[in-house]
C-alpha cells in the first residue's frame, strides 16, 4: 500500500457485499477533514464511493482536456460555480459556489487552507496544474469540518500521485497575448518514502483586443486592452516517510509563489482607465503531518501549518490618496495546530474527534485608525463526527464550536447526512447544515470600509440528491436550498466612503446535474454538466428583496469530450453561461448576456531523443465570443496555444 496524504475518510461497515455502493467496509465515502492521512492505493476515487453530499470529482484527464494549466480553469466543469475574472491574462480569478460569494468556498490543497484570513479570498489562478493532479468539489456547507467560510463547499486540490519510480517531466508553451510558460517536476521514491519537486514560471504581456463604444454613442471600435505584464513564479516540494511496520507517517511540504500582475481599472463609457495599477504577491506555506497507526483504528493525526505573505499594492494614478498615488503593503502571518483521533465505537459506528487553535495576524498601514498597525486572531475549535451504517442504510453527524478573541463571538456549527440503497446502483441521500463564516480582517479593519463589531454570518443547507453508478457511468443529481443570515455587504455611508455591516439575507436554491460516461470500446470519454439557480436577497426593507443576486446567472451548462487513440488525444469543451445581472436592483441596463464558449484540443505522443514526447495544440475561444464575467472587464477572444511536454 501506498501512503496519500490528503482527506481522512471514515467508511462504513456493511454486510451487503455485492452492491458497488456498499464494499470492502468502506463503500460510502463519509465526512472528510482537514490535512491528515488516509491508505490509498493510487486511485483515490472509485464508483464504490458516494458522498452522502453533492460533490464533483475532476480526474486528472478531465484536468488534462482543459485549455489552460492553471488551475482556474476547473470552473468550467463545476456545475453552480462561477469564476469571477477581472479582467484576461494574469488578471485576479476567484470562484463562487452557488452563487454566494468567493469568500463563502473554502479553497484547499491536500486539505490546507489557502484562503485569506485578510480577505477571505484565493485567486486559483496562481496555482498551476501539475501532471496527475485530481480534484474533489464539495457542494453545500462544511463549516463542521473546515471551519469558517465552507458555506457554499470546499474545493480540495489534490497531489498528484505518489510513485514509486523516478520520474521527471518538463513542460514549455507559448501562446496569444504574449503567454509563456515552463514547468518541471521530479519525483521519485520507494516503498517507505517518497519525494516530489515541481517549479514553474508564467508570464503574459497582459494585452488583448476587445471592443469598444466610445461616449456620445459613437460607432463601436476595436482597441487593446492592456493589463501590464504579468508573471507568476510557483515552488512545491513534498516529503513522505513512513516505517515498513506502517505504524508512523511523516511528511511534509512547503510551496512559494510569487505574482505579479496588472490591476486596470473597468473600461468605461468614454474611457478607458489607465493601466499601470501592479499588484505583487509572495506567499510561503509550510505543513507537516503525523499519523500513528496509519492503516488501522484507532488512528492518532496531528498536523502543523505555517503561512507567512507580503502584499503589495501600487497605483501611482491614484492622486486622491496623495502626489504619490497608493503605495500599501501588508504582511500576513498564520498558524495553525489540528490534532484527530478516529475509532471504532462498535462494529456500526466510527467516530472521530478533533481539536483545532490558531493564530493570525496582519500589519499594513492602510487600517482603521482604532485597529492598530497589526490587527491580530486567535481562535480554536473542538469537533465531533460519527458514521453509523446499517445494511442498506448509512447516517452521518457532526459538531463543531469555534472561539474567536476580540469582538467577534463565537459560532456552532453542525451538520445530519443519510443515505439509503434503492439498489445496488442508486443511491439517495439528504443533508442539512448549519455553518457559518467569521468576518475577514478587511471587514473589521481595512481603512474607510471595515467595521470592527461585526458578528460572523450564518446558514441553514438543506439538499437532496440521487446517484446513480454502472460501469463507468455516473449521474448525479442534487436539489439545494440555502439560507444565509447576517451577511455582510458593503454600504455608502458617504460619497467617499463605504462601510461593512451584518445587514443582508440571502436565499439560494437550485438544482445541479452531473453526467459521465466512459465508452471503453472507442476510448470516448464524455462529461456533462447542468445547474439551475435561484439567488435572491431576502433581506427585510430592503428594495432590492427578491431580485437576483450580481454575477449569479440562473442557467449554465457544460460538455466535455474527448477521444484517445494509440499515439492521439483529442476533444473540446462547451461551456454556456447564462445571461445575470451587475447591479443588484437587475435594471435592464446592468444585464449581461449569455455567451457560449468553444474550446478545441489536440495532442500527439511521440519519441523524440529517445525521449517520450507530447505535442499539443489548443484553440481557445473558436468562436471568438466577446463576454464578460465582471461588468466592463472585458475578457479575450480567439486564441491559440502550443506546447511541447517531455518524460525523461
Not at 603 to 632: A, G, H, P, Q
Request: aromatic share 12%; proline share 4%; net charge neutral.
Amino acid at each position: 500500500m501506498h501512503c496519500m496524504f490528503g482527506y481522512t475518510r471514515i467508511h462504513a461497515q456493511t454486510i451487503q457485499e455485492s452492491s458497488p455502493f456498499l464494499k470492502n467496509k468502506d463503500s460510502l465515502q463519509t465526512f472528510t477533514t482537514n490535512s491528515v492521512i488516509k491508505s490509498a492505493n493510487g486511485n483515490i476515487d472509485t464508483i464504490n464511493r458516494v458522498p452522502l453530499f453533492s460533490y464533483v470529482k475532476i480526474h486528472s484527464q478531465d484536468m488534462q482536456s482543459l485549455s489552460s494549466r492553471r488551475l482556474d480553469a476547473i470552473v468550467a466543469l463545476i456545475p453552480s460555480a462561477d469564476l469571477r475574472d477581472y479582467g484576461g491574462p494574469g488578471s485576479l480569478k476567484l470562484i463562487s459556489n452557488r452563487g454566494l460569494g468567493p469568500q463563502r468556498s473554502v479553497i484547499l490543497l491536500d486539505g490546507i487552507t489557502l484562503t485569506s484570513p485578510q480577505n477571505g479570498m484565493f485567486d486559483i489562478g496562481t496555482l498551476p496544474m501539475m501532471n496527475n493532479q485530481e480534484c474533489t468539489v464539495q457542494k453545500g456547507g462544511f463549516s463542521t469540518i473546515a471551519g469558517s467560510g465552507a458555506i457554499g463547499g470546499l474545493i480540495n486540490i489534490q497531489l498528484p500521485f505518489r510513485n514509486t519510480d523516478k520520474i521527471a517531466l518538463l513542460h514549455s508553451s507559448l501562446g496569444s497575448f504574449g503567454e509563456r510558460s515552463l514547468q518541471g517536476s521530479y519525483q521519485w521514491g520507494n516503498s517507505t518514502s517518497h519525494y516530489y519537486f515541481h517549479s514553474d514560471y508564467l508570464s503574459y504581456d497582459g494585452s488583448f483586443p476587445f471592443q469598444f463604444q466610445p461616449a456620445g454613442f459613437k460607432e463601436t471600435i476595436e482597441m487593446k486592452r492592456q493589463n501590464a505584464e504579468s508573471s507568476s513564479l510557483h515552488i512545491f516540494a513534498r516529503t513522505a516517510l513512513s516505517d515498513s511496520l506502517e505504524k508512523h507517517s511523516y511528511s511534509a511540504f512547503t510551496m512559494y509563489r510569487q505574482t505579479k500582475r496588472g490591476v486596470p481599472g473597468a473600461v468605461l463609457s468614454g474611457k478607458v482607465e489607465d493601466a499601470q495599477a501592479v499588484f505583487s504577491e509572495n506567499e510561503s506555506l509550510t505543513a507537516f503531518h503525523y499519523t500513528f497507526n496509519r492503516t488501522s483504528l484507532p488512528r492518532l493525526q496531528s498536523s502543523c501549518t505555517i503561512k507567512k505573505g507580503i502584499m503589495n499594492f501600487n497605483d501611482p494614478f491614484a492622486k486622491y490618496a496623495g502626489k504619490s498615488g497608493v503605495q500599501s503593503t501588508f504582511l500576513n502571518s498564520e498558524y495553525v495546530s489540528t490534532t484527530t483521533f478516529d475509532d471504532e465505537i462498535s462494529e456500526n459506528i466510527l467516530m472521530q474527534s478533533s481539536f483545532q487553535c490558531g493564530y493570525t495576524s496582519l500589519s499594513g498601514e492602510m487600517l482603521q485608525p482604532d485597529a492598530g498597525n497589526n490587527p491580530s486572531r486567535r481562535f480554536a475549535a473542538i469537533s465531533i463526527t460519527a458514521s453509523y451504517s446499517y445494511q442498506l442504510f448509512k447516517c452521518e453527524s457532526g459538531i463543531r464550536a469555534d472561539y474567536f478573541s476580540g469582538d467577534i463571538g463565537n459560532a456552532r456549527s453542525g451538520f445530519i447526512s443519510a443515505g439509503y440503497l434503492l439498489s445496488d446502483k442508486i443511491l439517495i441521500k439528504s443533508k442539512i447544515s448549519k455553518d457559518f463564516r467569521a468576518p475577514s480582517f478587511n471587514e473589521l479593519y481595512y481603512l474607510n470600509y471595515g467595521t470592527s463589531q461585526l458578528k460572523p454570518e450564518h446558514s441553514v443547507n438543506v439538499e437532496a440528491g440521487l446517484a446513480y453508478r454502472s460501469s463507468g457511468r455516473s449521474l448525479d443529481i442534487d436539489l439545494y436550498r440555502i439560507d444565509l443570515n447576517n451577511q455582510i455587504f458593503a454600504i455608502p455611508i458617504s460619497p467617499l466612503q463605504w462601510s461593512a455591516r451584518n445587514i443582508g439575507h440571502t436565499y439560494s436554491s437550485g438544482l445541479e446535474c452531473t453526467f459521465q460516461d466512459n465508452i471503453s470500446i472507442s476510448n470516448l470519454h464524455f462529461r456533462a454538466a447542468y445547474s439551475y439557480r435561484k439567488v435572491v436577497d431576502n433581506s427585510m426593507d430592503s428594495f432590492t428583496k427578491g431580485k437576483q443576486l450580481p454575477y449569479t446567472p440562473s442557467h449554465q451548462a457544460s460538455c466535455n469530450v474527448s477521444y484517445h487513440l494509440p499515439s492521439y488525444f483529442l476533444g473540446f469543451l462547451i461551456n454556456y453561461t447564462g445571461s445575470r445581472f451587475s447591479l443588484p436592483d437587475n435594471n435592464t441596463d446592468s444585464e449581461l448576456q449569455d455567451f457560449i464558449l468553444l474550446s478545441f484540443f489536440a495532442e500527439k505522443s511521440t519519441v523524440l531523443f529517445n525521449i517520450n514526447t507530447i505535442i499539443r495544440f489548443d484553440i481557445r475561444n473558436v468562436l471568438n465570443t466577446r463576454y464578460e464575467m465582471i461588468d466592463n472587464y472585458p475578457l479575450p477572444g480567439f486564441s491559440l496555444l502550443g506546447s511541447i511536454s517531455m518524460r525523461i
